[in-house]
T-cell receptor
Framework: GDSVTQMEGPVTLSEEAFLTINCTYT??????LFWYVQYPGEGLQLLLK?????DKGSNKGFEATYRKETTSFHLEKGSVQVSDSAVYFC?????????????FGRGTSLIVHP | DAGVIQSPRHEVTEMGQEVTLRCKPI?????LFWYRQTMMRGLELLIY????????DSGMPEDRFSAKMPNASFSTLKIQPSEPRDSAVYFC?????????????FGPGTRLTVL
């Protein structure tokens, strides 16, 4: 079945540092790829997504590129802020039999210090 | 739009009691998902519905768990009887498959504590 693997956290950075959170996936077809973010005490919310190979999703300074050849969707940000401290989830959805199956990674906690 | 609404936000109960969690999806969305989140197991998909019909309940841990969606605007997740290991945050999410946007919209969650 489909799976998503993320780097384990926590990732601890100083403000203005460069961020990379690795994500790789396995899927049988052509999934859509997502990054969701969960702030403390809240539900997950979409950060960015990409629906086909070589697409780049971007939002709030975060970027991720759909790399089909390496089955990866790594999240990057050039300069993190304390307010970016949250848990980040890589996910995919793939249509199967007329419906679609969502698969989430385990999540990576990001802690940004002033 | 009000977003996905879940109630209650917090629930504390004793082992053996029945617990009912409620969810109102975003109007017009035809998929509804129930997830459970714990530190040990991360985010687990329990069950999801398409047009009020359960499609995949393979994630439901055991017969003590049941979920219903009597109409497009309401769903429940019931645990009977509850056990301490059911303590977790339960999320409801909805999405629309028609617009081609597979994004899931999550509710704020219900934090369940079983004593």
């Amino acid at each position: 079945g489909d799976s998503v693997t993320q780097m384990e956290g926590p990732v601890t950075l100083s403000e203005e540092a460069f961020l990379t959170i690795n994500c790789t996936y396995t899927a049988t077809g052509y999934p859509s790829l997502f990054w969701y973010v969960q702030y403390p005490g809240e539900g997950l919310q979409l950060l960015l997504k990409a629906t086909k190979a070589d697409d780049k999703g971007s939002n709030k300074g975060f970027e991720a590129t759909y790399r089909k050849e390496t089955t990866s969707f790594h999240l990057e940000k050039g300069s993190v802020q304390v307010s970016d401290s949250a848990v980040y989830f890589c996910a995919l959805t793939e249509r199967s039999g007329g419906s679609y199956i969502p698969t989430f990674g385990r999540g990576t906690s990001l802690i940004v210090h002033p | 739009d009000a977003g996905v609404i879940q109630s209650p936000r917090h629930e504390v109960t004793e082992m053996g009691q029945e617990v009912t969690l409620r969810c109102k999806p975003i109007s017009g969305h035809d998929y509804l998902f129930w997830y459970r989140q714990t530190m040990m197991r991360g985010l687990e998909l329990l069950i999801y519905f398409n047009n009020n019909v359960p499609i995949d309940d393979s994630g439901m841990p055991e017969d003590r768990f049941s979920a219903k969606m009597p109409n497009a605007s309401f769903s429940t997740l019931k645990i009977q009887p509850s056990e301490p290991r059911d303590s977790a945050v339960y999320f409801c999410a909805s999405s629309s498959g028609l617009a081609g946007g597979d994004t899931q919209y999550f509710g704020p969650g219900t934090r369940l504590t079983v004593l």
